[in-house]
């Protein structure tokens, strides 16, 4: 079997270092190469436990664009001012390009906003795939993926079905996030340090979150006239990731119909499962690539509730599935055996 030979940019970063160990273990992909430049020259398989030859070595990131005779497909897990000049290289050079940052989820305008971008590749841009495969199915050929944001991709499973059914209004959306400490990815700032973080909870980016117009501008292909507010907030933990969501609901709507909404989205997919909101949690989908959600409804509220491991299904896993998908295979392929880590 020819195996997808796959290069990951950015390797040392949290996502991309998962990403690596992914690949490397993947039973149809191989690791074309891994770019770093903070540990150009060092041993791939030392520095992140991957099983690969010890031959294989860090590149500096500059080298990335003259690796693409070595790979058929890329991860970029690069800052979105690098992935938006890498992802249309790879892409025209007809690579499979997955990007795990913001560049491509956005419009010109939204880039711009967001992420003070200035598009090169306004093609490339109107046809990125939003990748989230459980509501937006496997990439079209030819497309490059805009791998969705780990807040997004919790709040989206949690409340896009509700939407698309008219089980609530559009107006008045409420997404509460917490996540673990490597959702804001490798930090040497003194927020970010242990004394710091540790016994705390904190919002931050209060009303000013690129991933607040993502999870709207994602809604709004089910409904017009979306309104939302996203708060994030930073928990004292390594991993995972809880947004709970708040909406009306429709007249009529019952927690019933609520529940058998969820279940009916996910009943034939392998990683998002329906369950009661109160067994959303993150002990049950850290270290894997699942995604538990539930929802509950009375007279005036709808509440959703999703969880995932902010770096496999909020990251680097959902990559790999959108990857397994461009390919033909079945998205669990390389994923399946990832085991959760708390007992």
């Known amino acids: 079997m020819n195996r997808l030979r796959v290069g990951v940019v950015g390797a ?3 996502s991309g270092a998962v990403a690596t160990r992914i690949v490397a273990a993947h039973p149809a992909m191989a690791l074309a190469f ?16 991957a099983a690969l030859d010890p031959e294989v070595r860090f590149l500096p990131n500059a080298d990335a664009q003259g690796q693409m005779d070595r790979c ?33 989820r956005l419009d010109a305008a939204g880039a711009a906003r967001w992420y003070k971008l200035e598009h090169l590749a306004p093609t490339w841009l109107a046809r990125a795939h939003y990748g989230l ?35 609530v209004e559009p107006e008045g959306i409420v997404v509460d996030g917490k996540s673990g400490v490597t959702g804001a990815g490798r930090q040497t700032g003194e927020a970010y340090s242990f004394v710091e973080i540790d016994g ?13 117009p993502e999870i709207a501008r994602a809604l709004s292909r089910y409904a017009q006239g979306v309104r939302l507010v996203f708060t994030a907030h930073l928990l004292p933990i ?21 529940r058998e909404c969820l279940a009916d989205a996910y009943a034939r997919t392998p990683f998002v499962h329906a369950v009661e909101p109160e067994e959303v949690m993150l002990k049950r989908v850290v270290g ?42 079945d998205q669990a392929l390389g994923l399946e055996g990832l085991q959760r880590v708390a007992p």
């Open 288 to 329: 894997t690539n699942l995604a538990l959600v539930g929802a509950a409804a009375d007279d005036d509220a709808v509440v959703a509730i999703g969880a995932i491991d902010n770096l496999l299904k909020g990251a680097a896993g959902q990559a790999v599935q959108n990857l397994n998908s461009m390919n033909g295979w």
């Open 200 to 212: 705390d909870v904190r919002a931050y980016k209060v009303l000013s979150h690129q991933h607040a």
């Open 238 to 258: 390594a991993r995972g990731l809880l947004a709970t969501c708040y909406a009306r609901p429709r007249p009529g709507v019952t927690r019933g119909r609520v």
């Open 34 to 49: 891994a770019t770093s430049d903070r540990h150009v020259g060092e041993c791939v398989a030392a520095r992140l436990g």
């Open 133 to 167: 495969p459980e509501l937006f199915g496997p990439p079209p050929a030819g497309t490059l993926v805009a791998n969705p944001g780990c807040y997004p991709t919790a709040a989206l499973l949690a409340l896009a079905p509700l939407l698309r059914e008219g089980l």
């Open 12 to 14: 040392s970063g949290y």
């Open 72 to 104: 058929d497909a890329v991860l970029l897990a690069t800052a979105a001012e690098v992935s938006a000049y890498l992802a249309p290289a790879f892409a025209d050079a007809g690579k499979q390009v997955v990007d795990l940052s913001g560049a491509f």
